[in-house]
């Protein structure tokens, strides 16, 4: 490990809008887990070695974890769909982003 | 250079797949496949049916959208259905795709034909029954809308084994 590793989640996962994501982080050493802080541009930013983000609308963000100068990041796709659900059907009804191109 | 005289080899070729085309076709003709077809609808409908509802049931919450966007999904005991993606490019505001590009469903059939004989053994028949759902996006004055297209394909293979030539 260097500095700090993200356990979960995976890189490039997609995530449902309106829905927590879980993601856990631990640092090197593990008494800086308390320290470590959360970033992303649409989710805003957390602190600890677990916490809970949130998105709204469709599109990608970069979530980064951080300590001591060391950081490390994941991708997520976000979807928004009607209902909240995330099976193939209520995929295929999201919301695109905004502000996308045709 | 090669020394080997062809025209033995593309006779003897040529003699087999007539034989083998001959053959096919009276027995296409003889055991009537629109009989089949009309009889056998409804339960093929429905299970291509149920197959497809397993797909569109399909949860995506925490797939990778690389890995699914470049490979797929396959779903199914025999991997019949396959979904392929854009996701990636949908979250990242390309409008003129939809997130799901198609479903594709296969649904192989056991068909009552009578198997084929000659000099290249017998042959039993195999068909398949596809169904593909495609998804397409366009953008607007009004927004994206998400336009559905369906295709379903029919087709009996009878596969003659490999035949060793005289060289």
Known sequence: MNGIDILQPRDGILVIAGRDVAFEAHANPPERDNDIRW???????????VVSLRWQQTGVDRVVASVG??????????????TGGSTLSDVLQSEPPIGGSA | ??????????????????QFAQALLQTCAAAGAGAFIAAGAAEVARAVAQKADLGFAHDLAGAVVADVDRDGIDLGPDNSVHVATNLAKFAQGDRSVSPIQSVSVQHTLALPLPAISGNYGEIAP??????????????????TTTTIAAKISFAVDYS??????PN
């Not at chain 2, 195999?126 to 927004?143: I, R």
């Open chain 1, 39 to 49: 970033s992303s541009k649409r989710a805003g930013a957390k602190r600890g070695p």
């Open chain 2, 160 to 165: 003659a084994p490999e035949i060793t030539l």
């Open chain 1, 69 to 82: 100068g060391h950081e490390c990041g994941v991708t997520v796709y976000i979807v928004k769909t009607p």
């Open chain 2, 126 to 143: 195999s068909g398949s029954l596809n169904l593909q759902v495609t998804f397409a996006a366009k953008a607007g004055g009004d927004g």
């Open chain 2, 1 to 18: 250079m090669s020394t080997i005289d062809p025209t033995p080899i593309e006779t003897a070729a040529r003699d087999a797949l007539s």
